[in-house]
C-alpha cells in the first residue's frame, strides 16, 4: 500500500512539462491492432492505464518494445485470437476499445466487460448499436461481449447520446468496412481528432472528426506509422487547479492552449491570471478566488474529467458557487473527502452547492476514482496542514510523476509506503 501525504500551504513557481494524452493514448494503442505493419508512438504518458493497455496486447500476441519513457513500439502481426478476457480487461474501461479494433480487423471480437472508475452505468448500447449497423451481431455470455460478422458495410449511425467511446469504437470498426460510414452526433474532443489523425498516418480516410459528423471511407489495409500523441488537456487543467488553489506563478509547457479554452475561461472567471503562447500557458494566482457556477458538457463545453478538481478550488473561493454534472451519474462521490477536509458541500442528484470557506485543513482522505484522486491533491496543495490521500492507485492510471512534478515547482509532497502499521518513504 502507499500513500501521498501533502504539506500543503507552499505556493508554486516554475514549469511544468504536460505529458501526452493518456485518453487519446488508451484509444490509439488499441487501433494499432488494424494495422499490418509496426506502429511507433511517441509522447507517450508513461502512466497506468497505457502500461496495462499495452500489457493488454502483448499478452494478446503483439510484440512491444519499450523505446524509452514516453515512446513505445508495437507489432500487432503476432496476435491471432481476438479474444480479451476479464483477467486482462478489469482494471480500465478503455479496454472496450479493444471490441472495434478486434472486430474492424478479424470480423469478431470477445471483450470481457471493463472496469476503471466506478462513477455510474457505462452502457455499451450506442457502441453495439454502431456495430450492428455495420452488419455485426452480437451477444453477451458469462461477462464477455461476443461480436461478430461475416462482413463489415459501411452505414449510417446515429448516435443517441454524445458518447466518446462509441464514437471511438465505431471508428475503430469502420475504417476497414466497405463503403462509407456517417456518424452522426458523435463526440468532438481533442483525442477524438487526434485517433483520426493516427488512423489517417495509417492509410485510413477519416474526415470531419472534431465535429459532430465523422465520414469514414473504408480500406482494404492499413500500415505502419509513426505518430506523435497530442498533450494532455485533463493533466494541464489539473496542473491550472493546482495553481490555483495554491497560489503561485507557473508555465505548463507542451500544451495546446485551444484545448483548454473552456477551462481557462473559467478559471479567468474566478481571478487567475492565464497568458496564452503557441505551445505553453503561464497561470498566476495572487488574489482570492472568486466564485462561479460550472456545468459540465461534451467538448466544447467543460469537461466532466476536470469536475472535480474545479470543485476542490471552488470550496476556497468567495461566495457560493454551484457545480452541475451533465455528464456522468454519481461522479460527487469525492465530495465526503472535501467534507473532511472543511469544505461545504451539499449535493442534490447532479448538483452540487459549494459555500467557500477561508481554508482547507488537512485530513486522511482517500481517492474515489482518478479524477477524485487529483481533486484531493489539488485541495491539500492549497490546505492548512497535512493530508494523507490513500487509494493512489487511481491517481496513477491518469497523472505521470506527479510527485516529481509537483516537488519541482515547490509542493510538500511525497509518496509513502504504508506496511504492517509501518510508513517507510520512498523516492519521489
Not at 107 to 121: I, Q, S, T
Not at 131 to 156: N, R, T
Not at 221 to 239: F, K, N, W
Not at 422 to 428: E, F, K, L, N, R
Request: aromatic content about 4%; overall charge negative; some cysteine.
Amino acid at each position: 500500500m502507499e500513500k501521498l501525504v501533502i504539506n500543503g500551504g507552499n505556493r508554486l513557481h516554475g514549469e511544468v512539462k504536460i505529458s501526452g494524452a493518456k485518453n487519446a493514448a488508451v484509444a490509439i494503442i488499441p487501433a494499432v491492432i488494424l494495422s499490418d505493419g509496426v506502429c511507433r508512438i511517441e509522447n507517450i504518458p508513461n502512466i497506468m492505464d497505457v502500461i496495462l493497455m499495452a500489457k493488454i496486447l502483448q499478452e494478446m500476441g503483439a510484440s512491444v518494445k519499450v523505446v524509452d519513457k514516453s515512446v513505445i513500439e508495437i507489432d500487432p502481426r503476432g496476435i491471432r485470437i481476438p479474444v480479451a478476457t476479464y483477467e486482462l480487461v478489469r482494471h480500465m474501461r478503455a479496454s472496450s476499445y479493444l471490441m472495434g479494433a478486434l472486430l474492424g480487423n478479424f470480423l469478431r471480437a470477445e471483450v470481457a466487460l471493463p472496469g476503471g472508475c466506478d462513477f455510474g452505468v457505462r452502457p455499451v448500447d450506442q457502441h453495439l448499436k454502431g456495430f450492428g449497423i455495420l452488419g455485426a451481431k452480437h451477444s453477451v455470455e458469462g461477462g464477455m461481449i461476443k461480436i461478430k460478422a461475416d462482413k463489415l458495410v459501411g452505414g449510417h449511425i446515429y448516435l443517441d447520446v454524445v458518447s466518446v467511446g462509441a464514437t471511438v469504437n465505431i471508428m475503430l470498426a469502420a475504417v476497414k468496412a466497405e463503403g462509407r460510414t456517417t456518424i452522426e452526433n458523435a463526440a468532438k474532443e481533442p483525442h477524438i481528432v487526434d485517433l483520426a489523425n493516427f488512423l489517417n498516418s495509417m492509410g485510413a480516410d477519416v474526415r470531419g472528426a472534431g465535429t459532430d459528423v465523422i465520414k469514414i471511407n473504408g480500406v482494404k489495409s492499413l500500415r505502419g506509422t509513426t505518430y506523435s500523441i497530442i498533450p494532455d488537456q485533463i493533466e494541464a487543467g489539473t496542473y491550472m487547479t493546482a495553481v490555483a488553489s495554491a497560489g503561485g506563478d507557473v508555465t505548463l509547457k507542451n500544451v495546446i492552449p485551444k484545448h483548454l479554452e473552456s477551462i481557462t475561461a473559467k478559471l479567468r472567471e474566478m481571478g487567475v491570471v492565464i497568458e496564452e503562447y503557441d505551445d505553453s500557458i503561464r497561470v498566476v494566482r495572487e488574489d482570492r478566488l472568486k466564485r462561479c457556477n460550472v456545468k459540465t458538457m461534451p467538448h466544447p463545453g467543460f469537461p466532466t474529467d476536470m469536475q472535480p478538481q474545479i470543485a476542490a478550488i471552488l470550496t476556497i473561493a468567495d461566495g457560493t458557487s454551484i457545480v452541475n454534472e451533465a455528464v456522468w451519474d454519481n461522479r460527487f462521490r469525492y465530495v465526503e473527502e472535501l467534507r473532511r477536509m472543511g469544505a461545504a458541500i451539499s449535493v442534490d442528484g447532479k448538483l452540487a452547492v459549494i459555500e467557500g470557506v477561508d481554508q482547507l485543513e488537512g485530513a486522511p482522505v482517500k481517492a474515489t476514482d482518478l479524477r477524485a484522486g487529483a481533486a484531493m491533491v489539488v485541495a491539500a496543495l492549497g490546505a492548512k496542514g497535512t493530508t494523507e490521500i490513500e487509494d493512489i492507485q487511481h491517481i496513477e492510471r491518469g497523472y505521470e510523476d506527479v510527485v516529481g512534478k509537483l516537488t519541482a515547482i515547490g509542493a510538500d509532497i511525497k509518496k509513502i509506503e504504508t506496511a504492517n502499521d509501518q510508513t517507510v518513504q520512498t523516492a519521489g
